[in-house]
T-cell receptor
Framework: GQQLNQSPQSMFIQEGEDVSMNCTSS?????WLWYKQDPGEGPVLLIA?????ELTSNGRLTAQFGITRKDSFLNISASIPSDVGIYFC???????????FGPGTRLSVLP | GAGVSQSPSNKVTEKGKDVELRCDPI?????LYWYRQRLGQGLEFLIY????????KSGLPSDRFSAERTGESVSTLTIQRTQQEDSAVYLC????????????FGSGTRLTVV
């Protein structure tokens, strides 16, 4: 079953608005990744976080590794139509080799 | 190659038939992963290969599922006696090493069992 929770499940926003989504778990993770998936494509890595408290930006995207190591958030500023897609968080547990993925947040941007 | 290549991109098969899905990882990537994504769902880990080590098969849902990889090259995921619940997109990913580098995914194989 799912070990990561993402919220919101889906969101509709106006073009130009900022977006915030998060990912939580009951377990500690050593690494957090954020991916975006477009229809018919595989997920594409947006941001990787490796240390608790780390705040990392990639253009209009900013993500943070929560201090408790049990959560992470992703912000998108000044959204544009091409931001539409599904955003997945993924976490790697201490000593783990694979990543556990959340169920995703589906983002729709209205013109 | 420049990216992770998966084939076929789409596969429709009859219930009970066997299927083979192929993944060509990025050259030099030692780690290879298979994930399954059901419609509207997140990614479900299936199996992980790292170099010549024994694979981590802990995510395979049943003994109908198996995967092979020779060295650091192509991997094949085989599903025997397919069932309708096997319908999903099967995603392959590779990375430079095990651990936290983050994966590069292929575009997936969409499997439909009718």
């Amino acid at each position: 079953g799912q070990q990561l929770n993402q919220s919101p499940q889906s969101m509709f926003i106006q073009e130009g608005e900022d977006v915030s989504m998060n990912c939580t778990s009951s377990s500690i993770f050593n690494t957090w990744l954020w991916y975006k998936q477009d229809p018919g494509e595989g997920p594409v890595l947006l941001i990787a976080l490796y240390k608790a408290g780390e705040l990392t930006s990639n253009g209009r995207l900013t993500a943070q590794f929560g201090i408790t190591r049990k959560d992470s958030f992703l912000n998108i500023s000044a959204s544009i139509p091409s931001d539409v897609g599904i955003y997945f968080c993924a976490g790697q547990r201490p000593g783990g080799q694979n990543f556990v993925f959340g169920p995703g947040t589906r983002l729709s941007v209205l013109p | 190659g420049a990216g992770v290549s998966q084939s076929p991109s789409n596969k429709v098969t009859e219930k009970g038939k066997d299927v083979e899905l192929r993944c060509d990882p990025i050259s030099g990537h030692t780690a290879l992963y298979w994930y399954r994504q059901r419609l509207g769902q997140g990614l479900e880990f299936l199996i992980y290969f790292q170099g010549n080590s024994a694979p981590d098969k802990s995510g395979l849902p049943s003994d109908r599922f198996s995967a092979e990889r020779t060295g650091e090259s192509v991997s094949t995921l085989t599903i025997q006696r397919t069932q309708q619940e096997d319908s999903a997109v099967y995603l392959c990913a590779s990375t430079r090493g095990g651990g936290g580098y983050g994966y590069t995914f292929g575009s997936g194989t969409r499997l439909t069992v009718v």
